[in-house]
């Protein structure tokens, strides 16, 4: 874990963001209104920092949570803390937004090593999906058709979003930390072995409306 004043941010399910303190202290923000990312972001994390009395020159890394997920919170969120950090000149990290969704994930009910899904809808008939052992990915994030998600052997899987098609035969995980909870969890594993960047790209998976348009 660094030792060192992380600001972390996650706009892939509404917006979440935490302060994690070298002594393990995390002061945490959330906004539940993803379409106002452009206008109550900034301020949110200005907050954030106001009380806990420390000013941008004080966050000595960023984390950022890069999707899979929305194109506009995804876009947003990236593009806020390439914004600030062009002047501060911190280290960013990115965070798989799937990651942080198995930390959320209450696997307690599932025999040790068991595998399950974390999964969000893509819309346009498309999924995100990863699966995990605990909090560990052991397939690649991807994005792929319904029809071939509901072809794998049924298992468990724990989604944020409102699932549009039937998954009777599989078995529902319950959410036992906040986002911020397990945005912090995510943001702790960061290490000194963790590459950094001035800034990073969303992780959108799927091409975007103009790039399907020119298919």
């Known amino acids: 874990m660094l030792s060192q004043l992380?600001?972390?941010?996650?706009t892939s399910a509404g917006a979440s963001a935490c302060l994690l303190f070298p002594d393990g202290k995390v002061a945490a923000a959330n906004m539940q209104a993803p379409r106002a990312h452009s206008k109550e972001l900034l301020p949110m994390l200005s907050s954030l920092l106001t009380e806990q009395d420390l000013s941008w020159?004080?966050?000595?890394?960023f984390a950022v949570g890069i999707g899979p997920g929305s194109f506009t919170g995804l876009r947003v969120a990236c593009a806020t803390i390439a914004g600030l950090n062009a002047s501060l000149k911190r280290p960013v990290y990115a965070l798989s937004s799937l990651d942080i969704t198995a930390k959320q994930t209450d696997t307690?009910?599932?025999?040790?090593g068991?595998?399950?899904?974390?999964?969000?809808?893509?819309r346009s008939g498309l999924v995100y999906a990863a699966q995990y052992v605990g909090d560990t990915c052991i397939t690649q994030?991807?994005?792929?058709?319904?029809e071939d998600f509901l072809a794998l052997p049924a298992s468990a899987y724990v989604s944020l979003s409102a699932i549009p098609v039937s998954l009777d035969s599989w078995q529902a995980l319950p959410i036992s930390l906040s986002r911020e909870q397990a945005l912090a969890q995510a943001a702790r594993g960061i290490d000194d072995d963790t590459v950094s960047q001035s800034w990073v790209e969303p992780l959108y998976l799927q091409a975007s409306q103009a790039e399907k348009n020119l298919a």
């Open 57 to 61: 020159q004080d966050i000595q890394c």
């Open 114 to 122: 068991s595998s399950f899904w974390v999964i969000e809808d893509a």
């Open 141 to 146: 994030p991807q994005c792929m058709t319904w």
């Open 108 to 112: 307690s009910m599932l025999e040790a």
């Open 6 to 10: 992380v600001l972390a941010l996650d």
